[in-house]
């Protein structure tokens, strides 16, 4: 047992250290978005995604937003960076296949979040999946794939599939152009 959260422990601190010294981050973010229910849309959407620490997240759409879907910049689901959970949920190991590990992120505040489950890659400390259950019965799901850009472990692609009550669909993105440490204000993500 002792051994097991030595080794917990360990993942858990090369997850806070991963890409130690970036800070800030701006990335071109090309999205297809295809629901599944009516009004059946699909579209692709350009925009930049905007990152600061601790955990500032902006989604500025440039081109390719139909009115119907001017909420994506709100709704695309993220997590918060592992130094904080912690403090902003019960965090509880459900699973270690000696490959990756899962875990339950619970809300210490309840709210539209009920529970994350997050897969780790061990080897990498980096987050292959996540799943956000909603208390309306809805849920949204995320694949990351990384590549390393300049030392850093970061997201290039993903794909995704969101349930919600009155809506479902599919999305799949590319992130690319990364600027890393920009000085980024926060009052951009206010705007």
Do not use: C
Not at 3 to 11: E, H, P
Request: zero cysteines.
């Amino acid at each position: 047992m002792k051994l097991f959260v030595i080794l917990l422990a360990d993942l858990l601190t090369r997850m806070i250290g991963l890409n130690s010294n970036l800070h800030s981050y701006s990335a071109t973010m090309h999205a297809h978005v295809a629901l599944q229910s009516f009004p059946f849309l699909s579209t692709d959407i350009v925009a930049t995604y905007y990152h600061k620490d601790p955990d500032l997240n902006k989604i500025a759409v440039t081109s390719g937003m139909p009115a119907i879907a001017q909420g994506f910049s709100q709704l695309f689901p993220r997590i918060e960076p592992p130094a904080r959970w912690d403090a902003l949920y019960a965090v509880t190991q459900t699973g270690d296949d000696g490959h990756t590990t899962t875990f339950a992120l619970v809300p210490h505040a309840a709210g539209n979040v009920s529970k994350i489950t997050v897969t780790v890659d061990e080897a990498t400390a980096t987050i292959r999946t996540e799943r956000w259950d909603y208390a309306n019965g809805g849920w949204a799901s995320m694949d990351n794939r990384y590549s390393v850009i300049q030392g850093n472990a970061l997201v290039t692609s993903q794909t995704g599939h969101v349930e919600e009550p009155s809506y479902k669909g599919d999305v799949t993105t590319t992130l690319s152009g990364y600027q890393l440490n920009p000085n980024l204000p926060d009052s951009l993500f206010t705007q």
